[in-house]
C-alpha cells in the first residue's frame, strides 16, 4: 500500500514511463559528469555534501513537488524561468530529477525497499512538464538542441544587445578581472558550486540583425550576489546588486550552452574575443525587469565581493567538517526552493538538512564522500547509470 498522500503503487505503463524517463537522463547524467571541468575544494567536503544532499533529496523530493504541484502547474513555473534574474534555470531543471535519482542510486544498495518507482515517477513527472514549460520549444534539456538554452525573448535579447559598449584592450582586461572576481566569490557563497552563475544562448546577433558579422553573445546571470536564505550570507551586506545580468558579445567565437549552464567555446579562452558588454540587474520586485548598471559600477561591484569572499573564507575555514556538510548539503537541497517560491508555498516545506536520514547514515555518506573524487565512476556504463525500476517479486 502507498503511504498516506503518496501516489498508488505504478501499473505496467506507469512503470514503461518511468523507465522511459530514467532512460533519458542516464546517459546524460553520465556525460555530464565525465565532461565536466572537475573541482576538489581543498577545504570543504563537497563530494561528502552532495552525497547527504541527494540521498535527502531521493527521500523528501516528492512530497515537496507534490505540494508544489499541488499548488501551480509545473509547465507555468516552468515558463516564469524565462525572464532575467530567475533561479529557475537550466541548471536547477537538470538537478531535480539528477538528485533524487543520484540519491536512488546510493540509498538503494542500501536498502532496496526504499526503491519505490511511484515516487520517482512524481519527480520525474515534475522535472518534465517544468523543463518543457522553461524551454518553451518542445525540447527538455540543452542536450537535445547541440548546446542551446534560448529561453529569453527578442526584447530581452534586443535590450542586451543594443545597449552593449564597445570594449578597448584596457577596458576588456578590467572587465576580464572583475568578472574572475565574480565568479569566484559565488562559487564560495554557494559553497564550491557553479549555481552562482548562469549562461544562456548563444544569440547570433548578425542573424537577428543586432550586430556585426561573426558576433555571438552569450547572457551571463549571476545569483543573489547579496543576502539570501542561506545563514552565512550576511557577509554579502554591503554587496551593492543582488542580481547582475550581463551581455557578453563575442567575435568568431562557437558557443554551446550544457546542462549545467556553463558555455563552452572554441577558442576556450572566449573573453579574449569579448568584443562589447552590457550590464543590467533585476530584483525581485519587477521580476523579470531590467534596469542599466554602468560599466564603471562592475568595479565596485567586484571589491565588495572580494571584500565578501574574504571574510567568508576565514568563516569557512573555521568549521568543522559536519558543519561544512550542512551548509553544502542545503545549497543542493534547496535547488527546488525557487520553484516553490514562484508558487508560492516555499513556506510550507521545510528546507532543513538533513533531516531524514540517520545520523549513523550521514556519518557513512560523509566517509564515503572523502574517500572517492567527485567525478569517479568505476565500472559504469552510460545507459545504466541509473538503472531502471525493477518489478516487484511475484509472492505466491
Known sequence: MAESGDAAPLDEAGRRRCDELIAYHSPLAYRLTTERTSYQSQMIPVTSYILVACCEAFLRYPEAVRVITDAVDPAQIGAAGRRPGSRINTVHLWSIAN???????VMSQFDPS???????LEVLEFWDAAARGFRGDGTRSADDTGGAIRVYDDPVVATLATAATPLSDDERTEVRRHLASLVSYLFLLYFDTRVGTGDTGPYDLAALGLGAPGETMVVRDLYQMGRSSFPWSDVAEDVPYQHLVAGLVLRDVEARITDFGTVVTE???YLDRLVRLSLFTTDDAAPGELRPVPLEDLSTVAAAARAAERVLYRRIARMDTMEMVRCGA????????????VAGVADRIDWAVPRDLAPPMVDLLVAAGESVSETSLPDERPDTYYLPTVPPTSTA
Open 267 to 269: 577558442p576556450e579562452d
Open 114 to 120: 526504499l526503491d519505490r518507482p511511484e515516487r520517482t
Open 330 to 341: 542545503e545549497v543542493y537541497f534547496t535547488f527546488l526552493r525557487p520553484f516553490a517560491e
Open 99 to 105: 538528485f533524487h535519482l543520484l540519491g536512488r542510486k
